[in-house]
T-cell receptor, first 117, second 114 residues
Framework: AQTVTQSQPEMSVQEAETVTLSCTYD???????LFWYKQPPSRQMILVIR??????QNATENRFSVNFQKAAKSFSLKISDSQLGDAAMYFC??????????????FGTGTLLAVQP | NAGVTQTPKFQVLKTGQSMTLQCAQD?????MYWYRQDPGMGLRLIYY???????DKGEVPNGYNVSRLNKREFSLRLESAAPSQTSVYFC?????????????FGPGTRLTVT
């Protein structure tokens, strides 16, 4: 069974600094998708970034980028120039490409990020 | 375009009571999902519907039933609520897998069972 592990329950970063959130996953599939979702205090789940496993290039979305290491099954999220609005719970998620008729997501347990002014 | 909407936002039930959580999406998505979120456990899939007329169990289906009423609506029913079902419930939807693999989430329902 596929699993997603986030080993950092809480992290803290100073405003304008850079922080990296870790995620590892376990799968026997060769093709899949990985995601980072952000959940601010409002509870709304917001997609931050996605990575397709067959693409070697790491995904980037403005201040957010990933370090995807397929062989190591590692998918970390780097937030540059951290802002107060980045404070939230961050979830790593996995979806197999061949998951049947629908794309079920498997989530990690989350990392709570605090941003200090 | 409201995206994914859920009602109610908050609910308190007594043990043994029943209720239905409503979810609707206006994005013409084929698939819909129900998750529960508990502290320290991330989101876990309760039930999902790959398309109108089909439903399947997820990781934690016990104590729940679902109905895919039409393409837009997917409801979650608790027949006899238990304190262990105190949680935040999220509905999500996604388009065909050939379009994108991401899911779009509703704002959640906080349910407390006393």
């Amino acid at each position: 069974a596929q699993t997603v592990t986030q080993s950092q329950p809480e992290m803290s970063v100073q405003e304008a600094e850079t922080v990296t959130l870790s995620c590892t996953y376990d799968t026997s599939e060769s093709d899949y998708y990985l995601f980072w979702y952000k959940q601010p205090p409002s509870r709304q789940m917001i997609l931050v970034i996605r990575q397709e496993a067959y693409k070697q290039q790491n995904a980037t979305e403005n201040r957010f980028s990933v370090n995807f290491q397929k062989a190591a099954k590692s998918f970390s999220l780097k937030i540059s120039d951290s802002q107060l609005g980045d404070a939230a719970m961050y979830f790593c998620a996995y979806s197999p490409r061949d998951g049947g008729a629908t794309n079920k997501l498997i989530f990690g347990t989350g990392t709570l990020l605090a941003v200090q002014p | 375009n409201a995206g994914v909407t859920q009602t109610p936002k908050f609910q308190v039930l007594k043990t043994g009571q029943s209720m239905t959580l409503q979810c609707a999406q206006d994005m013409n998505h084929n698939s819909m999902y129900w998750y529960r979120q508990d502290p320290g456990m991330g989101l876990r899939l309760i039930y999902y519907s790959a398309s109108e007329g089909t439903t399947d169990k997820g990781e934690v289906p016990n104590g729940y039933n679902v109905s895919r009423l039409n393409k837009r609506e997917f409801s979650l029913r608790l027949e006899s609520a238990a304190p262990s079902q105190t949680s935040v419930y999220f509905c999500a939807s996604s388009p065909r897998r050939t379009v994108t693999y991401e899911q779009y989430f509703g704002p959640g329902t906080r349910l407390t069972v006393t």
